[in-house]
């Protein structure tokens, strides 16, 4: 039977902890749809949503069984408009555990027929977050250990921005 999962998330900007679970994810399933949410309840993100879909592009190019897509609303609508079978998530550590019950829980709720799996990241990646990874790039720390080289050189450019330089 051929599986069809679907990776949400804010991808704000992709780091590798990101590419870490879809590597696992596209070993498991027949094709991975990365879906970069439009209007995440997170007010401001850093990068627009055209961005955002087009540096997880240029990380996740050489997977050829991923595609990513950028998309607003309900997640539950998009799942189904991707006939995805399987929604992915990742779990780093027990605090994202009460979180990831609820979605899980509210999207079996919409879409009964869907699963949500988790997977976990390599250990070097579970502390790494989009947020932390900003936050040491807007102060002028080194995030290549973290991040794809192209987004490395993308928060760059936010920093100089921000620092009118
Ligand atoms: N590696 C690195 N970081 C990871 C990670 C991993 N493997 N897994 C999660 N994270 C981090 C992210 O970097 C992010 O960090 P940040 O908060 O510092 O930016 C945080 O964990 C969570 O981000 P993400 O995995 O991108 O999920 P999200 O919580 O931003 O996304 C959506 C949630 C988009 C899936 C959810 O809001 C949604 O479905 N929105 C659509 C609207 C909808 O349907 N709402 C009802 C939902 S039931």
């Not at 055209?50 to 607003?72: C, Y």
């Not at 189904?80 to 550590?93: F, H, M, T």
């Not at 490395?152 to 330089?165: D, M, P, R, V």
Request: proline share 4%; net charge negative; charged share 15%.
């Amino acid at each position: 039977m051929k599986i069809n999962a679907i990776y949400p998330g804010t991808f704000d900007p992709i780091t590798y902890g990101h590419s870490d679970i879809v590597k696992r994810a596209a070993k498991l399933f027949e094709h991975v749809v990365v879906a970069v949410a439009g209007c995440p309840s997170k007010k401001q993100t850093t990068f627009n949503l055209i961005e955002r879909v087009e540096l997880a592009q240029a990380v996740l190019t050489d997977l050829p069984n991923v595609s990513v897509q950028g998309f607003q609303g309900l997640l539950a609508d998009f799942v189904q408009q991707c006939n995805a079978q399987v929604i992915i998530r990742g779990l780093r550590a027990v605090s994202d555990f009460e979180y990831e019950f609820q979605l899980a829980g509210m999207n079996r709720t919409l879409i009964p027929n869907v699963e949500t799996i988790f997977l976990t990241p390599s250990t070097q990646y579970t502390y790494v977050s989009s947020s932390l990874v900003k936050e040491v790039a807007m102060l002028g720390g080194h995030v290549e250990e973290f991040v794809h080289p192209l987004v490395s050189s993308e928060l760059q450019k936010k920093w100089h921005i921000t620092n009118g330089l």
